[in-house]
C-alpha cells in the first residue's frame, strides 16, 4: 500500500521534500479522499441518523399535558419492559416475523429452484415479472386486495358458496393472526424471490451433477452443495423480509381486526395519543431487537460466505 | 447533440453535479411555495382536517371562484392534529378540531382568535352556533363552527336479534365478532366511562378508568375490527362483514347509499359522547391572509347542502338548513337528522383531551394488545 502511494504522489520538485511537508500532504490527501463520501454522508445522516438520535432521546424524556417534557427518565422502558400485554405483543411481533420469514423463504426458495433450473430463459422472465409486479402497484392497494378475496363476500366465499359447500360467509382468515401471516408473506415474497433467484442463476449446476456423479443421491448433493452457497443469499434474503415486518402496522390494522395486533400497532397509537417517549421506547426496542438478530445472522456467517473464498 | 465519448467527467465536475441536483429539489419546492404564499389574489391554503369537510368537486369550485386552492391533509385523531400542528409550524394554515380541542389549541399557542364579521358568510350560522361558548375568547372566535354529531349505536336489524340499548349491553356475548369502531383510544375510552357511570368521561382517573378499562376488556371480544377512517365503519356495515356500528349521526343513510342494507340506531341509555367540529386558523400558517376568504368561499349553503347530501350529518348552516327542510327529497333526512334542532348538540357529552392521556393510552393498549 506504501508503495502504491509514494508512487501516485506527484513529483514535488527539486530535491528531497521536508519530512513534515510530506506528512501534511499525505494527510491532506487522506482528507480529500473521503469528500466523495460526503453527499452520502450528509443524505445518511439527515435522514437516518439523526431520526434515530431523535427517537433514542426522545425514549428518555417524558409527555405532561400534551408538551414533550425534556427531564430524563428511564420509566418509558420499565413500563415497557413490565407491562404483559407489551412484552406479549413483542413476543408476538417477533414470533410473526420470524414464521412469516421462514415461510416466505420455504416458498421461495424452491420457486426460484424450479424457475431457474427447469423454466426457459424466455418463460424465466415473463413468471418472474409476474412475482415482482406487485411492486408496481401500491402497498395499500395489495393489503386491502386481500380483504377483497378473504372477505364475506370476497372470492373464497364466494366460490365456496358457489360450489354448495357452505351457506353463510366462513371467517377463518380475515379479521386475525392467521390473516396477517398470508397477507405479510404475501408482501414480501418478492423482496426473498429476487434475493434468491439472482443468486441461483449465477449458480454453477455443474457442481451439483459432479456430486451425483460421485455417488451422491440428487436430495444430498442438493444439501451438501447448493445449500451452504446459498447461505449468503439465504440470510440476506431472511433479513429483507423479517426487519420490515418488526415495524408492520398498517397489513395488522387493516386485516388483523382486534386479534391480529402488532408491536406496530401499539406504537401508532402511542404516537397518535401524543405520547411520543413511550412510542419512542417501545422502537428503540425494536431496532435492539433487530440489531441483536442482524450480529447473530452476522456471527453465523463466515467471512469467505460474505466475501467470497 | 454532443457525443457523449468526448464528454470529460472528473471528480470535481461529478461532485459539483451531484450537489446542483441535490440541491435543485430544494430550490425548485422554495420557488413553489414562494408562488404560492405570494400575490394577494390568490394562493394555496394548507388545512389539516377529516374527509367529510369538503369535497374534491368543491374545491375545484372554490379555486376557480376564489383564486385559493385547498390542500387537504387527512387526520384521524385530534390528539394526532394537535401533535402535527406544534411540530410543523408554519406548514398548515387551518386545523380542524372536535369541541373542546379547540381551547387546547388557544392554551397551546397554536391558534389565532378572529371576528365573525371577518367571514362574511357567518351570517349563514344559527345564531346558537355563534355563542358557544368553548369555541369564544376574549379575543375573539377561535373556531368556526361546521357540523357536529353523537356516536352512538347502529345495528343491522336482520343479523341482531336482540336490538342493543345501552352501552354495556355491547359485551354481550351474542354480538361475538360484531361489533365495528374507530380507533380513538380516548374516545373509546370516554364511552367506557359512559358504561360505567362517570360523569365526566374525559377525565377519568383510579377507579372510574379502571371500571372504563374493564368495559372494554369485556367489549373487546365483540369488537371484530377497530377502523382507521369512519368509511370502513360504513363498507363492513354495508357488506355485512358487521352487524354493530359504533358511529355518527347518519351513518344508516351512508350504509343504505354504498349498496348495503336497512340499519337502524340505537341511543344508549348512559348518554353519547359526540364532535362539534370547528375550523381554526394556525397562529404560525405561512398563508394566513387567505384563510378568512377561503373559509368564506367553502363555507356557504350551497356547498353545506351538497356536504349534507353526501355525509348526512347535521351541519350549523342556517340557510343550508332551511334549503333542506323545504325539499321534499331531503326534508325527511334532514329533520331526521337534527339540521333544524343545533341546540341538541350540546345535550350530548362533547369530546375534548384527556385530562391524562397518558393513562387513556396506555389503558387502551393494555387491553388491545396481545
Redesign the interface.
Known sequence: MATLETARVPDAGPGPAKPDAKVARRERRNWRQY??F??AAIVFGVFFIAPLCLIVVYSFWQ?K???LVPDFTTKNYA?IAT?D??I??L??TILMALLATATTLAIAFPFCYWLVRYVPPRLQRVLFLLVILPFWTSYLLRVYAWVAIL???GAINVLLKNLGLTDS?V?LFL?DTPGVFIVLVYLYFPFAALTLYSSLDRFDWSLLRAGVDLGASPMRSLVTILLPQMKLAMVTAGIFVFIPILGEYVAP?IVG??NG??MGN?IA????????P?GSAASVLIALVILVLLVLFRKGLDTKDIYGS | MANLNNVNIN?RSL?LG??AL?VSPFVLSGCASGASSSGSAGGTVNWLTWSDHFSNDQLKKVAASSKITGGPKLF??N??A??QIKQTGSQFDIVSGDALWVK?YRQ?GLIDPFQMSEIAVSNELYAEARDFSFLKDPQGYLGYPFSWSSVQIYFNPKLVKTPPTSWESLTDPAFK?QIVAE?I??DLLAIGGLATGSKEPYALKGDGLTRAADFLKAL?PN????A?QNNEIISMLA???AAIGISNLGTDLRVKAAGGPQIEAAYPREGTIGFIDAEMITSKGANQKLVRPFLNAMETSEYIVENFKTNGRPLFNEKAAKILLNDPKTAQDAKRLFMGNPEKALAMTLKG?AEN??S???A???????
Open positions: 469528500v466523495g460526503t453527499p409527555t399535558d400534551y408538551n413500563t407491562t400485554t407489551y406479549k405483543t413476543g408476538k372477505g364475506d363476500n360467509p371467517r379479521y390494522e381486526g382486534t395486533v402488532l401499539l397509537n402511542f404516537f397518535a395519543g401524543y405520547l411520543l413511550l | 471528480r461532485l451531484s450537489l441535490g384521524s385523531d390528539a394526532d394537535l401533535l387546547k397551546e365478532g380507533n383510544p380516548t373487546k369488537v371484530i375490527k377497530l382507521s357488506s355485512g362483514e383531551p392521556q397518558q387513556y393510552t396506555e387502551f393498549n393494555q387491553i388491545f394488545g396481545a
